[in-house]
């Protein structure tokens, strides 16, 4: 499925960041032997302070490491990402768990979803008992115009890719606040800054807000989200400010 065109991914803050961490990987993997971040930063052009903010992610992350003497080196997670096999279960175990350390910080279940052979997958999420995860009422795949995480996978596309998931989803009224008009849907996709969190304000099920941010990574389609009961719709814009700071782990383990 062809992304949308209009809106480039790599202008939203996440997939800047990761392009600069592959860099810094890119750089420390060819050394080898190991490098100071004075020489990764006369190297990779880029100014301390992202510097330090991203070697922080990484050694946090697992994927460097430093040596008795200050230097980085490759981490242990990403040698397991690199090497073929096991990758698929690192991978898997990995993404676990990164979405269960942003569950913890931003206080809500979140959500790792994709958009694969024309249809809306939940591939992994986290929630437990202080962050519960929203009742699948209505299977995600039928439901991506009413929901978070279907209207962020849906405005990746371009539009024959939207009318094209439409036509085979009827577009339900699943609560009183669901959008049901086609015209009015793809109008607010196609007017959605890709900056801007998508949310969803009980149009997918009463009592539950939930908002959604891209992840794309090469041609894959994906987007990271988070639910939160409705009695806590004020922490809403919050939270969805702490999971777009926390999605570059997310998108890095993707892009690896």
């Known amino acids: 499925m062809a992304l949308k065109h209009e809106q480039d991914a790599s202008s939203y803050q996440p997939h800047r960041s990761v392009r600069r961490a592959l860099r810094i990987l890119e750089t420390v993997a060819l050394r080898g032997v190991g490098i100071t971040d004075t020489e990764l930063g006369r190297v990779t052009g880029l100014p301390a302070e992202q510097l330090t903010a ?15 003497d200050g230097a980085y080196v490759t981490g242990a997670a990403l040698d397991r990402l690199t090497v073929a096999e096991g990758r698929e279960d690192a991978l898997t175990a990995k993404l676990q768990h990164t979405l269960d350390e942003l569950r913890d910080s931003v206080g ?12 809306v997958r939940v591939t992994q999420y986290a929630a437990g008992p202080e962050a519960p995860a929203v009742n699948e009422w209505v299977d995600f795949r039928v439901s991506a115009h009413a ?60 009592g539950t807000v939930c908002a959604a941010v891209p992840i794309t990574a090469g041609s894959a389609v994906g987007c990271l989200a988070l639910s939160l009961p409705v009695e806590h719709a004020h922490r809403l814009h919050r939270a969805a400010d702490q999971l777009n700071k926390g999605a570059a782990p997310v998108l890095l383990s993707l892009a690896i």
Request: hydrophobic content about 40%; charged content about 25%; aromatic content about 4%.
């Open 54 to 68: 991203l070697l922080r992610m990484l050694r946090r992350e697992g994927y460097v490491q430093q040596t008795a």
């Open 147 to 206: 929901s978070a995480v279907g209207k962020s996978l849906l405005g990746q596309l371009d539009l024959n890719g939207r009318r094209d998931h439409l036509s085979r989803h009827k577009m339900a009224r699943l609560t009183s606040r669901t959008i049901t008009n086609e015209k009015v849907l793809l109008s607010r996709l196609a007017a959605q800054p890709p900056t801007v969190p998508v949310l969803d304000l009980q149009e997918y099920a009463v």
């Open 108 to 119: 809500a279940a979140v959500y790792l979803s994709r958009y694969i052979d024309g249809e």
